[in-house]
């Protein structure tokens, strides 16, 4: 396995676990890891009871990049949190202060335990979910959530759990890291795999890293590279930490302050992990571990677009249904992001296929349900954007060529080739780059109905499409505007949608959205004209 780069944390960064003293190692990879042990403090770690960490985190994602040729533009904003951690009992709770994209912040607590986990505050850029209680809101974690947090615990925790564990220490070839070589080991944990890299001059750990499923990316690997390790009452912390995955940065973590406990809880307020009561033990355990979608749930936690529901495509008690908006046009509703079904004689063509391939094969079955006999022949993506393509690659094993914007062709080309193997949603068929850049407009008619799609100018995302069908003067758009709402605060976004009408002459009745519902549209181009919005 390659190791590459750096992490941050997402929902765990210090799980520091007791340690029993234990026999002299028996192999290389045993005293490798037992030597990292002696490094971060020894037996001064089982005299531990309580840590306080202070840090801040800059945040990328990748997969919401302005452009494929830059996945780090722009960056999702820096957030604060505060961890601390009960070291006699397995408790923490983070105290986060996270960005929103449109302003302000998020202020929520997260309290994780072995079985059960808590949110205090809403963490989300959403309403509430429906099972929140009281004010402030508070909810019980979603197994999935909990699953990833205790990974990602577990991680940090990982030179403790060896030293307790060393059955299941194995040798590994050494790792190249940024052009090093460093001894390394394999440790399976409660949660995960995860090579461990050595630096072989301080002993402590350099790289830990696991292999992850991302939609676009494929089989990934995710790396947290540590360093600016510190004496701290006689443990070793390190103060900077950074994940990657395949080399590009998501998360960068400064610690600004960090107070150990070795005699006891002192650092500890009384109701530091105490739960509402109208969701106290209410919590369920953690899901199994292919369940857990960890990249889409680490970023999606950092930006605020995650819907804590173990449903993941919709909250609780909700379903994905078809809804018709024209003549033989359906709409996949009822959870975050929809997809717009458009039939033709003999073939059917989706626009957007948000969320990951399980999402995308409710929506064809809808789909072949209502327009039985009929297969995908076109995907039409408006951007590049994860959250809205993240299930492609079940439409392309129905038989989907993908039509992208400019700039976008090899990128999906890539995507669609890229290891699967950890995809456990991967869907049957064939998975074959069919893959159609349009550098200004595409328009297909082979199926006794006209399809078109355009490219627009847009602050959101270049190589954006706009998705059309003639006959029902009826657009697709996603993220620049939310069709169905009053339209208010015009925003560049939404002006980029009525410039690139002007521009392509286009006189669309009406819009559906990848977000929202249906809207007419001369309310978006009356509102951008009674702006003033420049041409």
Same mark, same amino acid.
């Given at each position: 396995?390659?190791?590459?780069?750096?992490?941050?944390?997402?929902?765990?960064?210090?799980?520091?676990?007791?340690?029993?003293?234990?026999?002299?190692?028996?192999?290389?990879?045993?005293?490798?890891?037992?030597?990292?042990?002696?490094?971060?403090?020894?037996?001064?770690?089982?005299?531990?009871?309580?840590?306080?960490?202070?840090?801040?985190?800059?945040?990328?994602?990748?997969?919401?990049?302005?452009?494929?040729?830059?996945?780090?533009?722009?960056?999702?904003?820096?957030?604060?949190?505060?961890?601390?951690?009960?070291?006699?009992?397995?408790?923490?709770?983070?105290?986060?202060?996270?960005?929103?994209?449109?302003?302000?912040?998020?202020?929520?607590?997260?309290?994780?335990?072995?079985?059960?986990?808590?949110?205090?505050?809403?963490?989300?850029?959403?309403?509430?979910?429906?099972?929140?209680?009281?004010?402030?809101?508070?909810?019980?974690?979603?197994?999935?959530?909990?699953?990833?947090?205790?990974?990602?615990?577990?991680?940090?925790?990982?030179?403790?759990?060896?030293?307790?564990?060393?059955?299941? &220490?194995? #040798?590994?070839?050494?790792?190249? $890291? %940024?052009?090093?070589?460093? =001894? /390394?080991?394999? !440790?399976?944990?409660?949660?995960?795999?995860?090579?461990?890299?050595?630096?072989?001059?301080?002993?402590?750990?350099?790289?830990?890293?696991?292999?992850?499923?991302?939609?676009?990316?494929?089989?990934?690997?995710?790396?947290?590279?540590?360093?600016?390790?510190?004496?701290?009452?006689?443990?070793?912390?390190?103060?900077?930490?950074?994940?990657?995955?395949?080399?590009?940065?998501?998360?960068?973590?400064? &610690?600004? #302050?960090?107070?150990?406990?070795? $005699? %006891?809880?002192?650092?500890? =307020? /009384?109701?530091? !992990?105490?739960?509402?009561?109208?969701?106290?033990?209410?919590?369920?355990?953690?899901?199994?571990?292919?369940?857990?979608?960890?990249?889409?749930?680490?970023?999606?936690?950092?930006?605020?677009?995650?819907?804590?529901?173990?449903?993941?495509?919709?909250?609780?008690?909700?379903?994905?249904?078809?809804?018709?908006?024209?003549?033989?046009?359906?709409?996949?509703?009822?959870?975050?992001?929809?997809?717009?079904?458009?039939?033709?004689?003999?073939?059917? $063509?989706?626009?957007?296929?948000?969320?990951?391939?399980?999402?995308?094969?409710?929506?064809?079955?809808?789909?072949?349900?209502?327009?039985?006999?009929?297969?995908?022949?076109?995907?039409?993506?408006?951007?590049?954007?994860?959250?809205?393509?993240?299930?492609?690659?079940?439409?392309?094993?129905?038989?989907?060529?993908?039509?992208?914007?400019?700039?976008?062709?090899?990128?999906?080309?890539?995507?669609?080739?890229?290891?699967?193997?950890?995809?456990?949603?991967?869907?049957?068929?064939?998975?074959?780059?069919? $893959?159609?850049?349009?550098?200004?407009?595409?328009?297909?008619?082979?199926?006794?109905?006209?399809?078109?799609?355009?490219?627009?100018?847009?602050?959101?995302?270049?190589?954006?499409?706009?998705?059309?069908?003639?006959?029902?003067?009826?657009?697709?758009?996603?993220?620049?505007?939310?069709?169905?709402?009053?339209?208010?605060?015009?925003?560049?976004?939404?002006?980029?949608?009525?410039?690139?009408?002007?521009?392509?002459?286009?006189?669309?009745?009406?819009?559906?959205?990848?977000?929202?519902?249906?809207?007419?549209?001369?309310?978006?181009?009356?509102?951008?004209?009674?702006?003033?919005?420049?041409?």
């Amino acid at each position: 396995m390659r190791l590459s780069g750096v992490a941050a944390c997402g929902a765990a960064c210090f799980g520091l676990a007791s340690a029993a003293a234990l026999a002299a190692p028996a192999n290389p990879a045993i005293a490798r890891a037992e030597a990292a042990y002696q490094a971060m403090g020894g037996d001064k770690l089982e005299q531990l009871t309580a840590i306080v960490i202070k840090a801040t985190v800059q945040q990328w994602d990748p997969g919401e990049s302005y452009s494929v040729a830059d996945l780090t533009k722009p960056d999702v904003g820096t957030s604060t949190y505060t961890l601390t951690l009960d070291h006699t009992k397995g408790f923490q709770r983070y105290d986060w202060v996270r960005p929103r994209p449109g302003g302000g912040m998020r202020t929520y607590a997260e309290i994780i335990m072995p079985n059960g986990g808590y949110v205090i505050g809403n963490d989300s850029n959403f309403p509430p979910i429906k099972r929140t209680v009281g004010n402030p809101p508070a909810h019980t974690m979603s197994t999935i959530r909990l699953r990833t947090s205790l990974r990602e615990i577990e991680r940090n925790d990982v030179v403790l759990q060896m030293h307790e564990h060393p059955e299941r &220490v194995s #040798d590994m070839p050494p790792q190249t $890291v %940024g052009g090093k070589t460093y =001894p /390394a080991v394999q !440790f399976r944990g409660e949660h995960g795999s995860y090579v461990v890299a050595f630096d072989p001059a301080t002993k402590l750990p350099t790289v830990i890293g696991t292999r992850d499923f991302d939609q676009l990316m494929g089989d990934s690997y995710f790396d947290e590279t540590l360093s600016d390790w510190r004496d701290v009452n006689g443990v070793k912390i390190p103060y900077h930490m950074v994940h990657t995955l395949n080399g590009v940065k998501i998360f960068d973590t400064t &610690v600004t #302050d960090a107070r150990v406990d070795i $005699v %006891g809880n002192s650092l500890l =307020p /009384a109701d530091t !992990f105490t739960v509402p009561l109208a969701i106290r033990g209410k919590a369920l355990p953690p899901a199994p571990l292919a369940q857990a979608p960890y990249q889409w749930i680490l970023r999606r936690l950092a930006s605020g677009f995650f819907t804590d529901s173990d449903n993941l495509y919709t909250d609780d008690e909700t379903t994905l249904s078809l809804t018709d908006v024209a003549p033989n046009v359906s709409m996949v509703t009822g959870g975050t992001h929809n997809t717009l079904i458009v039939a033709t004689n003999n073939y059917l $063509v989706a626009f957007d296929a948000p969320g990951d391939d399980t999402q995308s094969q409710i929506a064809m079955g809808l789909a072949k349900a209502k327009y039985p006999g009929k297969s995908f022949k076109y995907l039409v993506l408006t951007h590049h954007h994860i959250d809205h393509t993240g299930g492609l690659r079940a439409f392309v094993a129905d038989g989907a060529t993908v039509v992208v914007g400019k700039g976008d062709g090899d990128f999906f080309k890539k995507a669609l080739t890229a290891e699967q193997g950890l995809n456990v949603n991967r869907p049957k068929g064939t998975i074959a780059p069919r $893959v159609i850049e349009v550098a200004d407009k595409w328009s297909v008619n082979d199926g006794g109905r006209q399809i078109e799609a355009y490219l627009i100018d847009n602050p959101h995302a270049a190589g954006y499409l706009i998705p059309y069908v003639p006959d029902a003067k009826l657009g697709f758009v996603t993220d620049l505007w939310n069709p169905g709402a009053p339209v208010t605060n015009v925003n560049p976004n939404m002006i980029a949608v009525v410039r690139g009408m002007e521009k392509h002459g286009l006189a669309p009745e009406r819009f559906a959205g990848g977000h929202g519902a249906v809207g007419n549209y001369a309310d978006l181009a009356q509102a951008v004209q009674a702006g003033g919005a420049p041409r």
